[in-house]
């Protein structure tokens, strides 16, 4: 058995004796039943993932993935392969937006070099865990070897594992940053859904017209060349995915083997909560989508997936900016279940209403 059969035999379902608790619980408080909506749904899967009625969701972290793609040369973006080390480096100086976000939420950031083109200096604070000098260009092959998938999965699966087990990190984000991924993403959930790439394909970085109508040409050649099987979602992966694809799906399943939550920001990184989740069903119940991005292929991912994202701001940056603003949310979920008194614990008599 590989490892990386090892990792998905190691998934299992979240308790749904813990979710029914839950629910008996919040249905108890002392307020109108059902009136925290959404709140509630999020709160009993948490309790459900940790297996208590006082999830601790207090040390977070969020790992923002970066890598390049070698499809940029087909000139699908409207910023230089350049970018991606210069927003990573931004990201280690602290003066990016999942910066911001982050601290504000309380969480950690580390950035993770998967596949940066680049050679990033060995003194900049990023793990270092570079697998190719970005991808192939995917509109001419594959982007990337099967065995380059698998790494990338692994990458991303124990930088959660240790986080949990040595670090006492309890809930985890994704994020991304790479120059063309939106092109990745795109590919991915065309192979996965059958939907036609033109009702898939957003603008990305800002494209225009005529280079919007080119990104749909190269995503259709790039299915048409690689023949991805959505049956296999390693074989789609590893024809039309990224480093930091890879690694961002590998990060949900990390978070699925030790049973704690994960928030997925948007396009790219629920591009890689797919992968998983269609390589390890189990997976899902672990999975928490941020917010609905701007990116018109997102909502094709969200359907697949069947999880109703947390918020819906018109955002599409990616970097896991929408995981930051999403974990205050599972956060304040987190502490209604916890903290919110029953009808018989505060002396209130129940109307059931």
């Known amino acids: 058995m590989t490892e990386l059969e090892r990792l998905r035999n190691s998934i299992r379902e979240a308790d749904s004796d813990w979710k029914e608790?839950?629910?008996?619980?919040?249905?108890?408080?002392?307020?109108?039943?059902?009136?925290?909506?959404?709140?509630?749904?999020?709160?009993?899967?948490?309790a459900a993932i940790q297996g208590t009625l006082i999830p601790d969701v207090s040390r977070k972290i969020i790992f923002t993935m970066a890598g390049d793609h070698g499809v940029a040369e087909e000139g699908v973006s409207a910023y230089p392969q350049e970018v991606t080390a210069q927003m990573v480096y931004s990201f280690t100086r602290g003066w990016a937006s999942i910066n911001v976000l982050a601290s504000h939420a309380g969480a950690d950031v580390r950035v993770v070099d998967c596949g940066v083109a680049a050679d990033l200096p060995q003194d900049w604070p990023v793990i270092h865990g570079k697998i190719g000098h970005g991808t192939a260009n995917m509109a001419q092959g594959p982007a990337m070897t099967r065995e380059a998938a698998a790494a990338g999965i692994l990458l991303g699966a124990g930088l959660v594992e240790r986080a949990f087990e040595e670090e006492g990190y309890r809930l985890f984000g994704t994020g991304d940053m790479g120059i063309a991924n939106t092109t990745a993403s795109t590919a991915i959930v065309a192979a996965f859904s059958?939907?036609?790439?033109?009702?898939l394909t957003g603008r990305g970085t800002g494209i225009d017209d005529q280079g919007w109508a080119r990104k749909v040409e190269v995503i259709e050649r790039a299915l048409a060349v690689n023949r991805p099987d959505p049956e296999d979602p390693l074989d789609v992966l590893s024809k039309v995915g990224g480093y930091e694809i890879a690694a961002l799906a590998g990060a949900v399943l990390g978070a699925a083997k030790v049973r704690a939550p994960v928030v997925c920001d948007g396009f790219i990184a629920t591009a890689g909560a797919l992968v998983a989740c269609r390589w390890a069903p189990a997976a899902r119940d672990y999975v928490f989508l941020s917010h609905r991005s701007r990116e018109v292929g997102h909502g094709a991912m969200i359907d697949l997936l069947g999880i109703r994202p947390i918020l819906d701001l018109d955002m599409r940056l990616g970097e896991g900016t929408g995981s930051a603003l999403a974990m205050n949310i599972v956060d304040a979920a987190a502490r209604v279940l916890k903290d919110i008194k029953t009808f018989e614990e505060a002396g209130v008599t129940d109307t059931g209403h």
Not at 32 to 37: A, E, K
Not at 194 to 199: L, S, Y
């Open 194 to 199: 059958g939907k036609p790439v033109a009702e």
């Open 21 to 46: 608790k839950a629910w008996e619980r919040l249905r108890s408080q002392i307020r109108p039943r059902g009136s925290l909506g959404y709140l509630e749904e999020i709160a009993a899967r948490l």
